[in-house]
């Protein structure tokens, strides 16, 4: 069932005026940032999948404009995810990297502290980037390289001394903690506070240098 109402969505744009010749990409970007503002309203993401319409709606632009560069709302949803994973990826790195001089520990923290950050601030990305329709078509590309930002974190560990099985069983079982708790928040949160991820991300890297350095 898709939604086939004509009625404006609350903060659809007005209509927006063709783009000039050229910059064919700017309809392309509009696109794609509509889905993602939709896609971080809960109210708006139910009961029904976003409908062709409501997203031109919300780019200000006609529903057969769209087709100049996807194929329908999945198609989008799949460049949305790509431009999310990006995002997420570089926002990864740049807190590494400032903490280069760290620890491996306060690496991790920094990296998970990153996600958990991302994933508050550009809701509609990370929902649309883990939907299962997107993430079987990204999983051998922007995916994967996630999860080697947690591999390479998990190595980080071990070569501090931190005792671990192998490197890809650390990498996935803490990027599922930390996502985890993020789809958790909602529930969670109500008694942890706003703060709630940071201080689980401490917690967790404490208790994984604890146990593993003690063997």
Do not use: N
Request: charged share 25%; glycine share 8%; proline share 4%.
């Amino acid at each position: 069932m898709t939604r086939t109402d004509d009625v404006p969505a609350a903060g659809a744009r007005t209509a927006r005026e063709r783009s000039p010749r050229g910059q064919g990409d700017l309809l392309r970007d509009d696109v794609i940032a509509a889905l993602v503002r939709i896609a971080s309203d809960d109210e708006r993401m139910r009961p029904a999948p976003v409908s062709l319409r409501e997203l031109a709606r919300e780019a200000g632009i006609t529903a057969p404009a769209i087709y100049r560069h996807f194929s329908g709302t999945e198609d989008v949803a799949r460049a949305a995810a790509l431009d999310g994973f990006t995002r997420l990826t570089a926002a990864m790195d740049a807190a590494a990297e400032r903490q280069r001089d760290g620890s491996a520990a306060e690496r991790l923290i920094a990296l998970a502290v990153a996600y958990g950050d991302f994933a508050a601030a550009h809701r509609g990305y990370f929902r649309l980037m883990f939907q299962s329709v997107v993430i079987a078509s990204v999983a051998d590309g922007p995916a994967a390289e996630l999860a080697g930002r947690w591999r390479v974190a998990a190595r980080g560990l071990r070569a501090e001394g931190v005792e671990m099985t192998d490197v890809d069983s650390a990498a996935m079982y803490l990027w599922t903690a930390v996502h985890g708790r993020i789809a958790l928040a909602p529930l969670m949160d109500r008694s942890a506070g706003p703060g709630g991820i940071h201080d689980f991300v401490t917690i967790l890297v404490h208790e994984i240098l604890t146990v593993g350095l003690r063997r």
